[in-house]
């Protein structure tokens, strides 16, 4: 959420800024200080009735003071109902604005995209190669059609070698964080309306999400969970910045999303991932963005896997975020590049639906800064270590980092004939 004080005095910039990101006639700020005025006006009115009120106490209470006093506590419950009413659409208001982007974002959406480093080559077959889908339905590691019988489309079922490879790479990110010293969660994977709202994913991206019948959703990803985490907690400077990263299944609805291109587990209603997530003072903010892109680089390179890193522009950042970088791995059958994680900076957006902040050296309390990255998301890894690791007899061959992770520490997975 953006400070309509900020907005206020800098009205131009902000404006200039967020048509980065939003069409001319969707955004209009005028309405939103008009909002702020009445609120003030009204607080203002209150404050001035209150003061009557308290002045009138002290006088003897005769008829006609009582009679005066009940007059004016009715006008006090009016302009304060009136007061919260405005306090509601202007709270609204705010809310449904995105982040500033920041000053190095480019306007527009995917088109305007930046591929700013590429890692290795895309690999050169001297054979017909297979597509994700093929090699693990002969490799017998993924049941799509069992999957399917169960839970419908958009889902899948890891088996025998395929879990295997699914839980060592969850066991290689956890192993790669906890050196680096960020500390492990594993946070309840439903969350209540106030954490969707406070991580930005309310009101706008309400129909993405799975809801129970509690009125619970489904985390669409692990940063929903740990941006509540401190929620409306004042941290100690001393403690900052807070490295977390954490496990969880993620649930998206993605409702009419599914391409041809998109088949198997490139596209899905439920994925792993690990998610890195930081609270920190402003000033440390870019330092920290770094930081959490060079994690996620490091973890692909070591899985040897050729991926681009791409800035991206203003319209195709998620509404709370100023900043993104996507990490991008190459997928030889579809000739494309699919984000395995995104990078992130929502600066004090979240932290102010949240009131997250900390106490600096003069007392005050000031909002914290929010980043986030996945640290990685496994349903299109798993695809790309399949594409581009496949051999000409049919196998693939495992990423080095991963064998310790697995019985026997096979260099590669063969063709399975006995499965059923």
């Known amino acids: 959420m953006l400070d309509v004080k900020y907005i206020r005095e800098n009205l131009e910039e902000v404006q200039k800024a967020l048509l980065k990101r939003m069409e001319a006639d969707k955004l209009d700020l005028e ?42 506590g009715e006008k006090i419950k009016s302009v304060e109902a ?12 705010l809310a449904a604005l995105p982040n500033i982007p920041a000053d190095d974002v480019l306007a527009g959406g995917k088109e305007n995209n930046e591929v700013i480093y590429t890692f290795g080559q895309q690999p050169d077959f001297s054979f017909p190669f297979k597509d994700h889908v093929s090699l693990a339905e002969s490799l017998g590691i993924i049941d799509y059609a069992r999957a399917a019988k169960m839970s419908g489309n958009g889902f899948w079922c890891y088996r025998g070698w395929g879990a295997l490879l699914e839980w060592a790479l969850l066991s290689y990110f956890i192993a790669f964080h906890n050196k680096n010293g960020y500390q492990f969660l594993i946070p309840p994977f439903m969350l209540t309306e106030k954490s969707a709202y406070t991580s930005g994913h309310l009101p706008k991206f ?172 496994t349903s299109r890894l798993l695809p790309a270590i399949l594409e581009q690791n496949q051999q000409l007899d049919g196998s693939v061959r495992i990423p080095e980092v991963l064998r310790p992770y697995l019985p026997g520490a096979p260099e590669f997975i063969f063709p399975d004939d006995s499965k059923i």
Request: aromatic share 8%; with cysteine; charged share 25%.
């Open 82 to 93: 009136s007061l919260r009413e405005v306090e509601s659409r202007l709270q609204a208001s």
């Open 206 to 377: 309400r129909d993405d999400l799975f809801w129970t019948q509690d009125n619970l959703c489904l985390n669409a990803t692990s940063e929903m969970m740990l941006g509540n985490y401190h929620r409306e907690e004042i941290l100690p400077l001393s403690h900052l910045p807070l490295r977390y990263f954490a496990y969880s299944p993620c649930f998206r609805r993605e409702a009419g999303s599914y391409r041809q291109e998109e088949r198997g587990m490139v596209r899905g209603h439920q994925f792993n991932k690990i998610e890195m997530f930081i609270f920190c003072e402003p000033s440390d903010s870019w330092k920290m963005f770094d930081e959490l892109v060079k994690n996620a680089q490091a973890l692909v390179e070591g899985l040897g896997l050729h991926y681009q890193l791409s800035k991206l522009a203003a319209g195709d950042c998620s509404a709370a975020m100023a900043k993104t970088y996507d990490l991008e791995v190459w997928l030889p059958s579809m000739g494309i590049y699919k984000e395995v994680s995104s990078i992130s900076n929502a600066l004090d957006y979240q932290a102010r639906r949240g009131q997250t902040r900390y106490k600096n050296k003069e007392g005050e309390n000031i909002f914290v800064h929010t980043l986030n990255a996945s640290g990685l998301a």
């Open 31 to 72: 309405s939103i200080l008009s909002l702020d005025d009445k609120r003030r006006d009204l607080l203002q009115a209150s404050e001035a009735l209150k003061a009557e009120r308290n002045q009138n106490s002290k006088s003897k209470p005769d008829d006609a003071t009582i009679a005066a006093m009940k007059i004016l």
